[in-house]
C-alpha cells in the first residue's frame, strides 16, 4: 500500500508565507511526477506546480514566481515552498505522484487547508 501524507497547511495573512509538505510510504520501487494540486469552493481542482523525476518544473501561471516545489528523491518528498501568498491562494492543496509499485498508478494526499487572509 501506499500513502501520501501532507503536513503545514494553516492560515496566513496576505503577503505571508507557507511551506507544505508530502511524504510517499508504502512499497514503492519509483516515483515519477509529483506535484500540488488545489481546490476552492466550487471550482474545479487545478494543477498548481509539478515536478518529475529529473527535476524539471512547471508551475500555473497564477504562482509563477512565488511558489517553488522541490523534491527529495531519497526521503520519496515534494514540497511546496508558498511565498507572496493572496487570498485567491485559498484553497485545500492535495499532494499528487505517479508512484512505481506492482505498476505505476496516481496516488493522492488527503488534502491540507490553506488560508490567506486579507
Known amino acids: 500500500q501506499v500513502q501520501l501524507v501532507e503536513s503545514g497547511g494553516g492560515l496566513v495573512q496576505a503577503g505571508g508565507s507557507l511551506r507544505l509538505s508530502c511524504a510517499a510510504s508504502g512499497s514503492i520501487v519509483s516515483i515519477k511526477t509529483m506535484g500540488w494540486y488545489r481546490q476552492s469552493p466550487g471550482k474545479q481542482r487545478e494543477l498548481v506546480a509539478g515536478i518529475f523525476s529529473g527535476g524539471i518544473t512547471n508551475y500555473a501561471d497564477s504562482v509563477k514566481g512565488r511558489f517553488t516545489i522541490s523534491r527529495d528523491n531519497a526521503k520519496n518528498t515534494v514540497s511546496l515552498q508558498m511565498n507572496s501568498l493572496k487570498p485567491e491562494d485559498t484553497a485545500v492543496y492535495y499532494c499528487?505522484?505517479?508512484?512505481?509499485?506492482?505498476?505505476?498508478?496516481?496516488?493522492w494526499g488527503q488534502g491540507t487547508q490553506v488560508t490567506v487572509s486579507s
Open positions: 499528487n505522484a505517479f508512484i512505481a509499485t506492482v505498476k505505476v498508478n496516481e496516488y
